[in-house]
T-cell receptor, first 117, second 113 residues
Framework: DGGITQSPKYLFRKEGQNVTLSCEQN?????MYWYRQDPGQGLRLIYY???????QKGDIAEGYSVSREKKESFPLTVTSAQKNPTAFYLC????????????????FGSGTRLTVV | AQTVTQSQPEMSVQEAETVTLSCTYD???????LFWYKQPPSRQMILVIR??????QNATENRFSVNFQKAAKSFSLKISDSQLGDTAMYFC??????????FGTGTRLKVLA
């Protein structure tokens, strides 16, 4: 079945460490997105990518970095510069950023829960 | 700036009853899309229903329907014949002309047996 796989499901980070969250999709979607979910705040866009080797900052990109070397993969690195990284992170994709997302919504992964210890 | 407001943090409904979740939004755009997403305990977001702003007819998907009031900027979700599997967090979302999603803060719905 096609879908989005996020790993790991739970991740613990020590202060000062960088960690990378994996997001893989086999839907042949061009556009991919990273969202952060905090209690009482809904979802906020971190980064998005419309094609391979291109990505754009979202609303809360500070302290995060991404890469898009393959169409299927869009990993998110939470750097030590992110002061409050404890959150739930969701990856999503759509066929394209425009028509498909409007007509069919996004497909989401099942998320990664990151905790700073 | 566009905003989406869900004023009901938590709601509960008896199984087989009907419940309505509220959502209001603010925008100066005339063409946009509205969505309701469901996030069950598994945490994976699932699209429930969508509405195009230029369509006056309210969208329906089986037991789920919306009441779209464009002038009032209101987009409520009605769930009929509620089932235990409907227990989830529900997010209202607005897709702007720049194709950026704006999500509300969510309503946690619990269906009681």
């Amino acid at each position: 079945d096609g879908g989005i796989t996020q790993s790991p499901k739970y991740l613990f980070r020590k202060e000062g460490q960088n960690v990378t969250l994996s997001c893989e999709q086999n839907l042949n979607h061009d556009a991919m997105y990273w969202y952060r979910q905090d209690p009482g705040q809904g979802l906020r866009l971190i980064y998005y990518s419309q094609i391979v080797n291109d990505f754009q900052k979202g609303d809360i990109a500070e302290g995060y970095s991404v890469s898009r070397e393959k169409k299927e993969s869009f990993p998110l690195t939470v750097t030590s510069a992110q002061k409050n990284p404890t959150a739930f992170y969701l990856c999503a994709s759509s066929m394209d950023r425009i028509a498909h997302g409007a007509n069919y919504g996004y497909t989401f992964g099942s998320g990664t829960r990151l905790t700073v210890v | 700036a566009q905003t989406v407001t869900q004023s009901q943090p938590e709601m509960s409904v008896q199984e087989a009853e009907t419940v309505t979740l509220s959502c209001t939004y603010d925008t100066s755009e005339s063409n946009y899309y509205l969505f309701w997403y469901k996030q069950p305990p598994s945490r994976q977001m699932i699209l429930v229903i969508r509405q195009e702003a230029y369509k006056q007819q309210n969208a329906t998907e089986n037991r789920f329907s919306v009441n779209f009031q464009k002038a009032a900027k209101s987009f409520s979700l009605k769930i009929s014949d509620s089932q235990l599997g409907d227990t989830a967090m529900y997010f209202c979302a607005f897709l702007s002309g720049t194709y950026k999603y704006i999500f509300g803060t969510g309503t946690r719905l619990k269906v009681l047996a």
